[in-house]
C-alpha cells in the first residue's frame, strides 16, 4: 500500500495545498511567502488545537537559525490573516491565546490524492535527504520542506530497477516535478524579497538582496529580466502573480525571502511558472554574509538551470565567478545603493566613499560613485565630470566586466567629453555585458537621439520594455519625435496616474504641451515640476521660464531670469537654462551669449542641441552650425 501524500485541505472559500505550499481563495492562488504558509499549515495540520508558540518556533526557524522570533511570529500570522481577511479582534479562521499560542477555530475538509508509483518512488530518496541536517549548507541543494512527512518504504528490489529506468529516461525529479505543456521561461521578474528578519531596519539588506539577483540575472542574453525600478512597486502588493507577469510582460516569476540574524544571511527563493502557476523550483541557501556574492550566484544557477536557459561560456563565467567580502563593508555598500534609489545623491556617495575606504579594491563601490555622479546635475560640469571619471575608471580597472561602470563611463565620454566615438564604444560594452540593462539601453538610446540617429527608438523602447513601470523611460518621446503629441501627453498623464508626484514626469508633460504649441498648458505642467523640484532646480526653472516667454508672459519670463540669477549666487546654475529663457524671448543675442558659455563650460544639456524644442527659434542662425560643430554634432 503506497503512503498517502500531503492533504488538501478546505475552510470557508479557500484551499490549502499542503504539498506545493499553495493557498487558493475560490480557485485563485493568494500569495503568501514561506514563512507565513507553514504557520498556516501547522494551525490546519491540528484545526481547534491550541499549536503553541513553541511547535511554531520549531517548525518556522530551526534551532540554528537566529532571529527575533516574537517580531517575526508576529508579523507571520499577520500575514495569514491579511490572506485569509480575518480580524485579531473578530477572528473566523485563527484564534490567539495569549501568550501561549494559536488555534486554527473554522471548519475544515481534508482530501488525500493517490499517488502514481513512479513518481513516489522518485521521492523517496530525494525527499529524505532533504531533510538531512546538511541539507542547507549545500549550495545546490533544494530543502524544500513538506509540511507533511511520511516515510516511504520500498524494498530495494523494486525501488532499484525502477530507478536505473529513470535515470536511463533522464528523469530528475527534484528539478522538474512535473510534465510542462507551457513554453518555456525566457521573460522573469524577481519580485522583491520579503524581510523575515523581524526587523524593518533590515530593509535596505533585504532590497540589496532581490537588486544582486536581478543583476546577476539580467547578465544572461537568453533572458529578458525586468528592471528593479518596476518590480519595486510592488513590495507588499495583493495582486496575484497572472496580474504582476501581464503588466510586467512575463512568463516566470521569482519570489522569496531573506532572513539575515548576525552575520548569517538565508534565502528561500522560489520560481513561478505563470502559465501553469506550478512552482518549477524552490530552495534555501544560507551563508555566512562574508560569503554573499555566492550565495546570490548559486540562486541565479540555481534558476538558470530550472529554465534550461543557455548560457554562453562567458556569462557562465560571470556567474561562476564571486568575492568574499566582510560584513561592514558590503552594509556600507547596500546602504549606499539604497539611497541612490532613492535619489538622495550626496548621501549614497557618503557610503559609497566609506566602504571604499574599507576596502579600496571594492570596483562595485567605485562604480555605483560613477552611477550617482552622472545622475546629479548639482555639481559643475567640470567637477561632476572629474569626479564621474575617476570613479568609472576605478571601477574598470579592478574588474573590466562591471556593466555600470562601462555606462557610466560612456555618458562621462558621451555629455561632457563630446567624445562621441568612445561613447559608443562604452555603450555597448555595458550592453554586451548586461543586456537587460534599461538605463544603459535609455542612455543609449540618448546617445543616439543627440546624433540624429533613427536607431534610437528601438532602444529606448527597449528600456520601457525591461523597466515598464519607470516613468524615466515611459515619456513617450518617440510619439513626439513622429508628431504624434496628444498619444505622447496621454502617456505621461498615465504617468502621472501612477505617480503623480514625479517632478520628471510632469517636465517632460511641458515639454509635449510645448512641442504642440500649447503653451499655457505647457505653464500648468511646468509650474507643477518646479514647485515639486528639489531647492528649485535651475533645469525646471528654465524650461518654465521658456514657457512663459512662448505664451507671451514676457513678465513672468523675466521674473524667471531674475530668480536663475539669485539662485547663482548659492549654486551652480548651467548657462544653458538662461539661453533657453532668452531664446524664447526673442533676445538672439543673448541667447547665444550664454550658449557660447555653456559650451566653455562643457554644460551636459548641450548634447541634445539638435532635438531640444527651447532651441528652435534660433536653429536657422549662422552662429547654431558654430555651436554644433564645437561639440562635434553632425
Same mark, same amino acid.
Given at each position: 500500500?503506497?503512503?498517502?501524500?500531503?492533504?488538501?485541505?478546505?475552510?470557508?472559500?479557500?484551499?490549502?495545498?499542503?504539498?506545493?505550499?499553495?493557498?487558493?481563495?475560490?480557485?485563485?492562488?493568494?500569495?503568501?511567502?514561506?514563512?507565513?504558509?507553514?504557520?498556516?499549515?501547522?494551525?490546519?495540520?491540528?484545526?481547534?488545537?491550541?499549536?503553541?508558540?513553541?511547535?511554531?518556533?520549531?517548525?518556522?526557524?530551526?534551532?540554528?537559525?537566529?532571529?527575533?522570533?516574537?517580531?517575526?511570529?508576529?508579523?507571520?500570522?499577520?500575514?495569514?490573516?491579511?490572506?485569509?481577511?480575518?480580524?485579531?479582534?473578530?477572528?473566523?479562521?485563527?484564534?490567539?491565546?495569549?501568550?501561549?499560542?494559536?488555534?486554527?477555530?473554522?471548519?475544515?475538509?481534508?482530501?488525500?490524492?493517490?499517488?502514481?508509483?513512479?513518481?513516489?518512488?522518485?521521492?523517496?530518496?530525494?525527499?529524505?535527504?532533504?531533510?538531512?541536517?546538511?541539507?542547507?549548507?549545500?549550495?545546490?541543494?533544494?530543502?524544500?520542506?513538506?509540511?507533511?512527512?511520511?516515510?516511504?518504504?520500498?524494498?530495494?528490489?523494486?525501488?532499484?530497477?525502477?530507478?536505473?529506468?529513470?535515470?536511463?529516461?533522464?528523469?530528475?525529479?527534484?528539478?522538474?516535478?512535473?510534465?510542462?505543456?507551457?513554453?518555456?521561461?525566457?521573460?522573469?521578474?524577481?519580485?522583491?524579497?520579503?524581510?523575515?528578519?523581524?526587523?524593518?531596519?533590515?530593509?535596505?539588506?533585504?532590497?540589496?538582496?532581490?537588486?544582486?539577483?536581478?543583476?546577476?540575472?539580467?547578465?544572461?542574453?537568453?533572458?529578458?529580466?525586468?528592471?528593479?525600478?518596476?518590480?519595486?512597486?510592488?513590495?507588499?502588493?495583493?495582486?496575484?502573480?497572472?496580474?504582476?507577469?501581464?503588466?510586467?510582460?512575463?512568463?516566470?516569476?521569482?519570489?522569496?525571502?531573506?532572513?539575515?540574524?548576525?552575520?548569517?544571511?538565508?534565502?528561500?527563493?522560489?520560481?513561478?511558472?505563470?502559465?501553469?502557476?506550478?512552482?518549477?523550483?524552490?530552495?534555501?541557501?544560507?551563508?555566512?554574509?562574508?560569503?554573499?556574492?555566492?550565495?546570490?550566484?548559486?540562486?541565479?544557477?540555481?534558476?538558470?538551470?530550472?529554465?534550461?536557459?543557455?548560457?554562453?561560456?562567458?556569462?557562465?563565467?560571470?556567474?561562476?565567478?564571486?568575492?568574499?567580502?566582510?560584513?561592514?563593508?558590503?552594509?556600507?555598500?547596500?546602504?549606499?545603493?539604497?539611497?541612490?534609489?532613492?535619489?538622495?545623491?550626496?548621501?549614497?556617495?557618503?557610503?559609497?566613499?566609506?566602504?571604499?575606504?574599507?576596502?579600496?579594491?571594492?570596483?562595485?563601490?567605485?562604480?555605483?560613485?560613477?552611477?550617482?555622479?552622472?545622475?546629479?546635475?548639482?555639481?559643475?560640469?567640470?567637477?561632476?565630470?572629474?569626479?564621474?571619471?575617476?570613479?568609472?575608471?576605478?571601477?574598470?580597472?579592478?574588474?573590466?566586466?562591471?556593466?555600470?561602470?562601462?555606462?557610466?563611463?560612456?555618458?562621462?565620454?558621451?555629455?561632457?567629453?563630446?567624445?562621441?566615438?568612445?561613447?559608443?564604444?562604452?555603450?555597448?560594452?555595458?550592453?554586451?555585458?548586461?543586456?537587460?540593462?534599461?538605463?544603459?539601453?535609455?542612455?543609449?538610446?540618448?546617445?543616439?537621439?543627440?546624433?540624429?540617429?533613427?536607431?534610437?527608438?528601438?532602444?529606448?523602447?527597449?528600456?520601457?520594455?525591461?523597466?515598464?513601470?519607470?516613468?524615466?523611460?515611459?515619456?513617450?518621446?518617440?510619439?513626439?519625435?513622429?508628431?504624434?503629441?496628444?498619444?505622447?501627453?496621454?502617456?505621461?498623464?498615465?504617468?502621472?496616474?501612477?505617480?503623480?508626484?514625479?517632478?520628471?514626469?510632469?517636465?517632460?508633460?511641458?515639454?509635449?504641451?510645448?512641442?504642440?504649441?500649447?503653451?499655457?498648458?505647457?505653464?500648468?505642467?511646468?509650474?507643477? @515640476?518646479?514647485?515639486?523640484?528639489?531647492?528649485?532646480?535651475?533645469?525646471?526653472?528654465?524650461?518654465?521660464?521658456?514657457?512663459?516667454?512662448?505664451?507671451?508672459?514676457?513678465?513672468?519670463?523675466?521674473?524667471?531670469?531674475?530668480?536663475?540669477?539669485?539662485?547663482?549666487?548659492?549654486?551652480?546654475?548651467?548657462?544653458?537654462?538662461?539661453?533657453?529663457?532668452?531664446?524664447?524671448?526673442?533676445?538672439?543675442?543673448?541667447?547665444?551669449?550664454?550658449?557660447?558659455?555653456?559650451? @566653455?563650460?562643457?554644460?551636459?544639456?548641450?548634447?541634445?542641441?539638435?532635438?531640444?524644442?527651447?532651441?528652435?527659434?534660433?536653429?536657422?542662425?549662422?552662429?547654431?552650425?558654430?555651436?554644433?560643430?564645437?561639440?562635434?554634432?553632425?
Amino acid at each position: 500500500m503506497h503512503p498517502a501524500p500531503p492533504e488538501r485541505v478546505r475552510f470557508g472559500v479557500f484551499e490549502a495545498d499542503l504539498r506545493s505550499r499553495e493557498l487558493f481563495k475560490q480557485g485563485r492562488k493568494v500569495r503568501l511567502h514561506q514563512q507565513a504558509f507553514q504557520t498556516l499549515a501547522l494551525l490546519l495540520e491540528h484545526p481547534g488545537e491550541l499549536v503553541t508558540r513553541d511547535e511554531l518556533h520549531r517548525r518556522l526557524w530551526p534551532s540554528d537559525t537566529f532571529v527575533n522570533f516574537d517580531l517575526g511570529l508576529n508579523s507571520a500570522v499577520k500575514k495569514v490573516r491579511d490572506a485569509l481577511k480575518d480580524s485579531a479582534d473578530s477572528p473566523r479562521y485563527v484564534e490567539t491565546l495569549p501568550r501561549r499560542g494559536y488555534r486554527f477555530i473554522a471548519p475544515v475538509e481534508t482530501e488525500t490524492v493517490s499517488i502514481p508509483k513512479r513518481e513516489e518512488a522518485a521521492l523517496s530518496e530525494a525527499e529524505m535527504e532533504e531533510d538531512s541536517p546538511s541539507a542547507v549548507e549545500r549550495p545546490a541543494q533544494q530543502t524544500i520542506r513538506w509540511t507533511q512527512r511520511r516515510p516511504v518504504r520500498w524494498g530495494v528490489a523494486v525501488a532499484a530497477p525502477l530507478l536505473i529506468a529513470l535515470a536511463l529516461q533522464g528523469f530528475v525529479w527534484r528539478r522538474h516535478p512535473l510534465a510542462s505543456t507551457a513554453p518555456p521561461v525566457r521573460a522573469l521578474a524577481v519580485l522583491p524579497l520579503e524581510n523575515l528578519s523581524g526587523d524593518p531596519g533590515q530593509e535596505y539588506f533585504v532590497d540589496g538582496m532581490t537588486e544582486a539577483l536581478i543583476t546577476n540575472l539580467a547578465q544572461i542574453s537568453a533572458l529578458k529580466v525586468i528592471s528593479r525600478t518596476s518590480v519595486m512597486g510592488y513590495k507588499a502588493t495583493r495582486k496575484s502573480l497572472r496580474e504582476i507577469a501581464q503588466e510586467l510582460g512575463v512568463d516566470g516569476i521569482v519570489e522569496g525571502a531573506v532572513i539575515r540574524t548576525g552575520e548569517r544571511v538565508r534565502i528561500d527563493a522560489r520560481l513561478v511558472e505563470v502559465a501553469t502557476e506550478r512552482h518549477l523550483w524552490a530552495a534555501t541557501y544560507e551563508r555566512n554574509v562574508v560569503e554573499v556574492t555566492s550565495l546570490q550566484s548559486d540562486v541565479a544557477r540555481a534558476i538558470t538551470d530550472e529554465i534550461r536557459v543557455t548560457l554562453t561560456p562567458q556569462e557562465q563565467m560571470r556567474l561562476l565567478r564571486t568575492a568574499s567580502i566582510d560584513p561592514e563593508t558590503y552594509e556600507l555598500y547596500l546602504k549606499g545603493r539604497y539611497f541612490l534609489w532613492k535619489l538622495s545623491i550626496p548621501k549614497c556617495i557618503e557610503y559609497f566613499q566609506a566602504a571604499i575606504e574599507r576596502r579600496p579594491d571594492y570596483a562595485l563601490a567605485f562604480a555605483s560613485m560613477a552611477e550617482a555622479y552622472t545622475m546629479s546635475g548639482q555639481w559643475r560640469p567640470q567637477e561632476a565630470r572629474a569626479k564621474a571619471n575617476a570613479a568609472a575608471r576605478a571601477a574598470l580597472r579592478i574588474d573590466d566586466t562591471l556593466a555600470e561602470a562601462h555606462d557610466a563611463l560612456a555618458q562621462v565620454l558621451y555629455r561632457y567629453d563630446w567624445d562621441w566615438t568612445g561613447a559608443k564604444r562604452e555603450f555597448e560594452r555595458a550592453l554586451a555585458l548586461n543586456p537587460n540593462y534599461a538605463l544603459a539601453h535609455n542612455n543609449y538610446g540618448q546617445y543616439q537621439h543627440s546624433l540624429g540617429w533613427k536607431t534610437w527608438v528601438a532602444e529606448v523602447k527597449r528600456a520601457h520594455e525591461l523597466d515598464p513601470l519607470n516613468t524615466w523611460f515611459g515619456s513617450g518621446a518617440w510619439y513626439l519625435e513622429s508628431g504624434e503629441y496628444d498619444a505622447a501627453i496621454a502617456l505621461l498623464q498615465k504617468r502621472l496616474e501612477l505617480d503623480p508626484n514625479k517632478q520628471f514626469t510632469y517636465s517632460q508633460l511641458g515639454g509635449a504641451y510645448l512641442k504642440k504649441g500649447a503653451y499655457e498648458d505647457a505653464v500648468r505642467a511646468l509650474r507643477r @515640476a518646479v514647485a515639486l523640484s528639489e531647492g528649485r532646480a535651475p533645469a525646471a526653472l528654465g524650461r518654465l521660464g521658456y514657457a512663459y516667454a512662448m505664451s507671451g508672459e514676457r513678465a513672468e519670463a523675466m521674473k524667471i531670469l531674475a530668480q536663475l540669477e539669485q539662485l547663482s549666487r548659492q549654486r551652480y546654475v548651467p548657462p544653458y537654462e538662461l539661453a533657453v529663457i532668452y531664446a524664447g524671448l526673442g533676445e538672439k543675442d543673448l541667447a547665444f551669449s550664454w550658449l557660447t558659455e555653456a559650451v @566653455a563650460n562643457h554644460d551636459r544639456a548641450l548634447v541634445a542641441l539638435k532635438s531640444n524644442v527651447e532651441l528652435d527659434g534660433l536653429r536657422g542662425d549662422p552662429r547654431f552650425a558654430e555651436l554644433k560643430r564645437a561639440i562635434g554634432l553632425p
